[in-house]
């Protein structure tokens, strides 16, 4: 920790963000590569056929409307279907192949739910924590109270927005819009791919349903 002028501050070396937080304030200091600090996507799909469509429906909303990559507002895009459709193999493939087109050079991070599976569901607070580990900030500098941490997701995405990074955040395996509504970040420098069981209704979002594919095209899948 470093102490200058009678203000405390946590400092940590490597190549990860870090997120001080001291009463209201919050301060981020990127790392050099800011990109490198939030590419936190699982591997995608070995290999994926029989989607073209569904995936050029998801990803399309995601195009850069502007020189300096600004879209037309928030966006937030669902791709739906049953348990076994593949929902999270396209959302995952989506976001692979926009980093890679260089529309979002923040890169991407994943966050993963299990909104349907046996548990508790995460809330609003253990959603917004596991973010700011997605986007590279160490586990001693998140806030312990919910205000702070969603203070804090701001603060990071802002700041690599100013920064000129646009990040793809992917959340999958949503549960309901309540889940995540208040997650949602709302800037639009920072879209957001769901993945759901049904259509989200409570959610202003692009829907992308996933069929089950003919049985030729799902033996190759």
């Known amino acids: ?22 009463g209201r304030n919050i301060t981020v200091r990127l790392p050099r590569d800011a990109a490198d600090a939030v590419r936190g996507l699982p591997a995608g799909p070995a290999v994926f056929t029989g989607r073209d469509g569904e995936l050029a429906h ?3 909303v995601f195009a850069p409307l502007t020189p300096d990559g600004s879209l037309n507002g928030r966006v ?43 548990g508790d569901h995460p809330g ?6 596991r973010l700011l580990g997605s986007l590279g900030v160490p586990d001693e500098a998140i806030p312990a109270d919910a205000p702070a941490r ?43 791919l769901l993945t759901a069981r049904h259509t989200l209704t409570d959610l202003d979002a692009h829907t992308t349903e996933l069929h089950p594919l003919p049985e030729p095209a799902a033996e190759r899948r």
């Not at 920790?1 to 001291?22: D, E």
């Not at 701001?154 to 995540?180: E, N, P």
Request: hydrophobic letters at 50%; aromatic letters at 4%; charged letters at 10%.
């Open 76 to 118: 937030v895009s669902v791709v739906t279907g049953a348990t076994g459709v593949g929902k999270s193999a396209l959302a995952l493939k989506v976001a692979h192949d926009l980093v890679a087109a260089g529309w979002f050079t923040g890169g991407a991070v994943f966050v993963a739910l299990h909104g349907h599976g046996a």
């Open 58 to 60: 998801a990803a399309y």
């Open 150 to 192: 969603t203070a804090a997701v701001r603060a990071v995405l802002t700041a690599l927005a100013d920064a000129g990074h646009r990040v793809l955040i992917v959340l999958d395996d949503v549960s309901s819009g309540d889940q995540v509504g208040s997650v949602l970040p709302g800037s639009e420098a920072h879209p957001v």
């Open 1 to 22: 920790m470093r102490r200058s002028g009678g203000n405390a501050a946590h400092v940590f070396p490597g190549g990860t963000l870090s997120v001080v937080v001291q």
């Open 124 to 129: 609003p607070d253990a959603i917004t924590a």
